[in-house]
């Protein structure tokens, strides 16, 4: 079921999609020209799961552009569109699925959903200098990361050490708002502004570059 579908800017747009569907229900949303298309490409997927997230993304895409796009994969695993008409981010969580996109700027998408897993390996990406709120402690690494995600995607280089090379820069969660961010990863280590959205099941950070 699609939740959201909006402009960020006047040539960007942000869609996400709530996975309720099984799969023949998703496959039936398509309009009749590109089912067989999908259908035919869900048959070499190996789980349910990924049935799902790859039909409900496919739809997503569709109801954002409103025409048929072909999505292939850079070595690293960056999403692509063939035409090259949009640069594209895609984040899955549990029965979430989101897009980011926009004609000419680099974007990064996440969207996670809220567990107790983050505090779990909140060392590995979390550095020492970094400021965590603790009166909502759990939400807070939970934007953290998902703002580190973001910030991987629109990078796009390997090796990236998320607890090293990506800084979040003092905030407090509100239930929206900007973090600015910084990366030490290249040399030009760039300033970016991570918008985020906190949601009863999930946290929603993006960014364009």
């Not at 979390?126 to 709120?133: G, K, L, W």
Request: with cysteine; net charge negative; charged share 25%.
């Amino acid at each position: 079921m699609l939740v959201r579908d909006e402009h960020i800017d006047k040539d960007g747009k942000l869609g996400i999609w709530k996975i309720e569907e099984p799969p023949d229900e998703l496959l039936q949303l398509f309009p009749e020209s590109l089912r067989s298309r999908a259908a035919s490409h869900i048959e070499n997927l190996r789980s349910e799961k990924r049935v799902t997230e790859w039909l409900s993304t496919r739809l997503l895409l569709l109801q954002l552009l409103n025409e048929d796009k072909i999505v292939h994969h850079h070595r690293n695993g960056q999403p692509y569109l063939t035409d090259q008409s949009y640069r594209i981010s895609i984040s899955h969580t549990n029965n979430y699925a989101a897009i980011l996109l926009h004609p000419f700027r680099k974007v990064g998408i996440d969207v996670e959903y809220r567990s107790e897993r983050v505090a779990k390996i909140s060392s590995k990406f979390i550095s020492p200098e970094e400021f965590v709120d603790e009166s909502q402690k759990l939400l807070h690494q939970t934007l953290l990361w998902s703002a580190k995600e973001t910030l991987f995607k629109i990078i796009g280089e390997d090796a990236i050490d998320f607890r090293c090379h990506l800084h979040i820069h003092p905030f407090s969660p509100q239930s929206q708002g900007v973090m600015t961010a910084s990366e030490t990863k290249t040399p030009e280590r760039r300033l970016f502004e991570v918008h985020y959205e906190v949601f009863p099941e999930y946290v929603l950070t993006w960014a364009v570059a």
